[in-house]
């Protein structure tokens, strides 16, 4: 799954601790194979510093340490001759395989999640925890947290986030209408602060693979016309337009 990149706007607007959290999100994504454990709990405290001051009391403390070791192996390295010890060759959690790492990331998520009732770290916990389900193939388990996350409207950005990734996956599973009628809702939603390009475009996916192929067009034009006139998004919307008109036959219309 690539991660939602808002705009400046839109994250200005959000509570602080969504911005961190989502921040934290688009780092570990563009320095997957870079990131360092010492860079990962400094990241991580940044995002406590948002919870110990303004959202925890002082027994979340450790909590903040655990997600940092629970976000260290999540996007730790993987190397055949790795040992048990996924600290053995250095500041980089190394594991065997990537289920050894997302099996380990899952079990430290799950303590989080489990460990501090409905705290927010604990629903960012749940949420990375669905992620590592879904690596790992447990979809039933990783369905059911991720719409635990999604079903909680106290924290949009991550339950918006959850319903996103419940999408994609019911999209890899052929539930397409349960993927369309998630992306619909939240394109409608005026509280979703998920770029809607991205979103038109698994929508188009979804609707494309039950043969509406007329819905699906006007779905991608319609988003042409929104946001940025430049942007990787538009482009990749544009792109995903013209294979879907010429795979219907469907002519470019101005």
């Known amino acids: 799954m690539g991660t ?28 997957r194979r870079l990131i360092s454990v010492a860079v990962a709990v400094a990241i991580v405290l940044i995002v406590g510093g948002y919870f110990g001051l303004k959202y925890l009391g002082k027994r979340e403390t450790a909590a903040q340490g655990q997600l940092a070791k629970a976000m260290s192996f999540y996007h730790g ?26 099996r380990a990331a899952a079990k430290e998520f799950s303590d989080i999640a489990s ?7 604990s629903i960012v916990a749940k949420y990375y925890l669905g ?23 106290r924290q949009r950005t991550i339950g918006f986030l959850a319903k996103k990734v419940l999408a994609a996956h019911y999209l890899e599973e ?19 602060d ?10 188009s996916q979804a609707l494309a693979a039950q043969g509406k192929h007329d819905e699906a067009v006007k779905v991608l034009r319609d988003a042409s016309t929104e946001g940025a006139e430049f942007s990787t998004l538009k482009q990749r919307l544009v792109t995903e337009l013209d294979r879907l008109q010429k795979a219907s036959g469907t002519g470019r219309q101005p």
Request: charged content about 25%.
């Open 4 to 31: 939602t990149k808002l705009t400046r706007k839109q994250i200005l607007a959000e509570d602080p601790f969504h911005a961190a959290i989502i921040r934290l999100l688009e780092f570990f994504s563009r320095n």
């Open 77 to 102: 390295a993987v190397d055949p001759e790795a040992t048990d010890d996924p600290f053995s060759k250095g500041a980089v959690p190394t594991f065997k395989s990537d289920a050894d790492k997302y």
């Open 115 to 121: 460990g501090w009732g409905f705290d927010k770290v």
């Open 131 to 153: 992620l590592c389900q879904l690596q790992l193939g447990d979809k039933q388990e990783a369905a059911a947290n991720l719409q635990s996350v999604a079903n909680n409207s």
């Open 174 to 192: 052929g539930n397409h209408a349960n993927a369309q009628d998630i992306l619909q809702g939240m394109i409608k939603d005026p509280q979703c």
């Open 194 to 203: 998920l770029p809607k390009e991205d979103l038109a475009i698994q929508l």
